[in-house]
């Protein structure tokens, strides 16, 4: 499934120095795993903000980001995840962190965001 069948225009943009895919979750119809790989940093950050709301829009509510594809992340990375979490709880949503590699979970735990974000080893824990 592509990302376009998911949420509509989706690919309209591409964000530079990073990859976005979309998955829904099984049997969940607010559910969506939305994997990342790259760089999360001042370059992309807009545009990964842009695109999630596209997300959210779409009518999603508990995003999953996968994480283990991502190689560094910026404060302006750190600070959409933050935003994003907030429109999230507002529509009674939640952001999970699924797969951190060490050196982002390094980020997250130095800031204290570990306590903010939900965060989980595998997308299989996801329930």
């Known amino acids: 499934m592509s990302?376009?069948?998911?949420?509509?225009?989706?690919?309209?943009?591409i964000c530079d120095y990073l990859e976005i895919r979309l998955q829904k979750a099984d049997g969940k119809e607010a559910d969506i795993l939305i994997s990342l790989s790259g760089s999360v940093d001042a370059y992309n950050a807009e545009c990964l903000r842009r695109r999630v709301m596209m997300?959210?829009?779409?009518?999603?509510?508990r995003l999953h980001f996968?994480?283990?594809?991502?190689?560094?992340?910026?404060?302006?990375?750190?600070?959409?995840?933050?935003?994003?979490?907030?429109?999230?709880?507002?529509?009674?949503?939640v952001i999970a962190m699924v797969n951190m590699p060490p050196k982002i979970k390094g980020v997250f735990e130095l800031l204290c965001?570990?306590?903010?974000?939900r965060c989980i080893e595998s997308s299989d824990s996801q329930s």
């Open 3 to 13: 990302n376009e069948s998911i949420v509509s225009g989706f690919d309209g943009e």
């Open 113 to 117: 965001l570990k306590t903010f974000f």
């Open 55 to 61: 997300v959210i829009a779409a009518g999603f509510k």
């Open 66 to 93: 996968i994480l283990s594809g991502v190689d560094s992340i910026s404060s302006t990375g750190v600070a959409v995840f933050l935003s994003l979490q907030k429109v999230v709880a507002e529509k009674g949503g």
